[in-house]
């Protein structure tokens, strides 16, 4: 943490973090009571929001994750490429797209059309945390844990140049 230290700024405790997680892992329960899942996590940033989140819904399920790479900050949707596929097949099946945040929304945009393709019998997505004031793309989460400003954050799976991943907290950067 000391490399960031003096940029950190408190932001979402874990506490409330946990309450987040507990509130879309019960609202998903409900909606989809009597069926089963396939959740993908979107690496890196989600692997702490899905084990948390997987472990809360008791619902059958299973978990695969892909990671998508954009060449340019500029990244229009040919400069995004999958880096990892996901190994199950979702044909027919219920999946949910497990996010840690949405920005600009292309790459979410992008990993949504290749899953599309593969015809789920349903296919939403759930992320911890919205700017939807960075969108790029007209592309809306059907669950989300919290709506924030327009500030980068670090911790709880999110990097500033992959440091702060495994901060419990959340912290937004003071630029
Ligand atoms: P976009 O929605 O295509 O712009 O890309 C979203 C991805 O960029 C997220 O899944 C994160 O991995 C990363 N990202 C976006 N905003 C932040 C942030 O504030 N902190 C850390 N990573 C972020
Ligand atoms: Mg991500």
């Not at 940029?7 to 009571?33: F, H, N, P, R």
Request: aromatic share 8%.
């Amino acid at each position: 943490m000391s490399r960031l230290k003096d940029e950190m700024v408190s932001y979402i405790t874990k506490d409330e973090i946990a309450e987040m997680v507990a509130q879309l892992a019960s609202e998903i329960e409900k909606d989809y009571a009597g069926q089963e899942l396939v959740l993908i996590g979107v690496l890196k940033g989600s692997f702490l929001f899905i084990s948390d989140l997987s472990r809360q819904i008791s619902l059958p399920q299973q978990i695969d994750f892909v990671q998508m790479s954009s060449f340019s900050h500029e990244s229009n949707e040919a400069a995004i490429k999958i880096v990892k596929d996901i190994g199950v097949s979702i044909g027919g099946k219920h999946v949910l797209i497990i996010e840690e945040i949405i920005d600009e929304g292309k790459t979410l945009n992008f990993l949504r059309n290749r899953l599309l393709a593969s015809a789920p019998a349903s296919l939403k997505i759930v992320t911890l945390l919205d700017k939807p004031a960075r969108r790029v793309i007209n592309i809306k989460p059907d669950y989300t844990g919290r709506t924030i400003e327009d500030r980068f954050v670090v911790g709880y799976g999110m990097d500033d140049g992959e440091i702060g991943r495994n901060y419990p907290d959340i912290y937004y950067l003071r630029h």
